[in-house]
């Protein structure tokens, strides 16, 4: 006999479940992690919304038309037609509070595979704009980019929250398995800096020195092979404190995949398709990228962090490794690499300076980056420079 499957709730992990009736399922949500008392208060009073709410939204999403949407993931990810009588129950774990929406994690099990989604929510007026985008933006990018580390998506719809005729909107996509958030942090021992990768299995770790740089290769590449060369539009904006970046390690090595992109378009007004445009704008991403690569959150949530020296030299190796995955321009008369080395070494160091501090008062003036940034760009161009002077050397 057909029968619907049940829903099973959890606050991150197995450990945690939530029941309807229970004091936490009729408690709001927070707005985001590490939001203040009065940021909280005022986010709940005018979009007060429960964990049964959520958790109830995330259902009515799921069981649209007759499981439509889980249905179409499931059968792609195992390349197997399936109907909602192959999988019994659907468990839904909130994972956590972002500054747009709230990602769950879905697991259910077909064929005795244990088959993961995730389900992005928001909640907000803005959240709904970026989710909606966002939505777009990743079909859209793996249509066009064959090596893919973003999600692949499945579907995307409203959902009605109860009460006051609100609407909440969802989109479903691949949950990347063994893939964890990570963060500066501050080791105890020896007070330095280091990465900590958030394994909610094994318990938190930090990286090793060679790790980390791997970490910055694998990052700088990822955003300089979807960075479009004539069209100037790329992932920007993104940032390590929000978690935007993930990471597995299986024995000494890592694989870093990028889970959001919240825009994609170019960042200038400059439209030229000439060789010197094209590689002027890829000069500024460069910079841009190096600037970006370095700032996070102590502990995802707590002050702005600068990453150590090493960062830049997995950044730049990254760059040039994702310049290399670019297809061929027109104009140029030699590989992308090889052109914008040349076009380089016609940049002094004091150039480049002045370059990044234009780049740098294009920010946003209240972004709480711009102290930190302003305070080491100085030194940052200088092992930038650096770094490139001795790289033409070997």
Same mark, same amino acid.
């Given at each position: 006999m057909p029968q619907t499957p049940l829903f099973r709730y959890f606050l991150y992990h197995k450990t945690?479940?939530?029941?309807?009736?229970?004091?936490?399922?009729?408690?709001?949500?927070?707005?985001?992690?590490g939001s203040s008392t009065k940021d909280q208060k005022e986010y709940l009073d005018h979009h007060a919304v429960t964990y049964g709410d959520y958790f109830l939204a995330v259902s009515q999403f799921l069981e649209k038309d007759g499981f439509a949407a889980l249905i179409d993931g499931i059968s792609k990810q195992i390349d197997h037609s399936v109907d909602k009588n192959d999988f019994t129950t659907v468990e839904i774990y909130l994972e956590k509070h972002g500054e747009f929406y709230h990602p769950a994690r879905l697991e259910t099990i077909v064929y005795d595979q244990i088959i993961r989604f995730v389900v992005n929510a928001a909640f907000s007026k803005m959240g709904n704009l970026v989710i909606k985008r966002e939505f777009e933006i990743l079909k859209r990018l793996n249509q066009h980019y064959p090596d893919s580390y973003i999600p692949d998506v499945y579907s995307s719809g409203d959902v009605d929250l109860p $009460? =006051?005729?609100? !609407?909440?909107?969802?989109?479903?996509?691949?949950?990347?398995?063994? %893939?964890?958030?990570?963060?500066?942090?501050?080791?105890? $021992? =020896?007070?330095? !800096?280091?990465?900590?990768?958030?394994?909610?299995?094994?318990?938190? %770790?930090?990286?090793?020195?060679?790790?980390?740089?791997?970490?910055?290769?694998?990052?700088?590449?990822?955003?300089?092979?979807?960075?479009?060369?004539?069209?100037?539009?790329?992932i920007f904006p993104w940032h390590h404190a929000a978690g935007d970046f993930v990471i597995r390690k299986e024995k000494n090595s890592i694989d870093i995949k990028l889970i959001t992109v919240r825009n994609y378009g170019p960042v200038s007004e400059n439209r030229g398709n000439d060789a010197a445009s094209i590689l002027n704008e890829l000069l500024i991403f460069f910079i841009n990228l190096s600037i970006w690569t370095r700032i996070d959150r102590i502990d995802g949530v707590g002050g702005i962090a600068?990453?150590?020296?090493?960062?830049?030299?997995?950044?730049?190796?990254?760059?040039?490794?994702?310049?290399?995955?670019?297809?061929?321009?027109?104009?140029?008369?030699m590989s992308v690499?090889?052109?914008?080395?040349?076009?380089?070494?016609?940049?002094?160091?004091?150039?480049?300076?002045?370059?990044?501090?234009n780049i740098i008062a294009l920010y946003h003036p209240q972004s709480p980056e711009i102290p930190i940034i302003k305070k080491n760009i100085k030194a940052h161009i200088q092992n930038v420079f650096s770094i490139l002077n001795k790289s033409d050397d070997e």
């Open positions: 945690n479940p939530i029941s309807i009736g229970e004091e936490k399922w009729n408690s709001p949500i927070p707005m985001s992690r $009460g =006051d005729g609100r !609407k909440t909107r969802m989109f479903l996509g691949r949950w990347f398995k063994d %893939y964890h958030e990570f963060h500066q942090t501050l080791d105890p $021992g =020896d007070n330095t !800096k280091k990465i900590a990768v958030w394994d909610p299995e094994t318990g938190s %770790y930090y990286l090793t020195e060679n790790q980390t740089i791997e970490l910055y290769v694998q990052t700088a590449k990822i955003l300089t092979g979807y960075y479009n060369m004539e069209t100037y539009e790329q600068w990453s150590g020296d090493s960062s830049v030299e997995g950044t730049i190796r990254g760059f040039f490794k994702g310049l290399d995955t670019q297809p061929l321009i027109r104009c140029f008369d690499r090889d052109s914008f080395t040349k076009y380089l070494s016609f940049w002094s160091e004091s150039e480049i300076l002045d370059l990044a501090e």
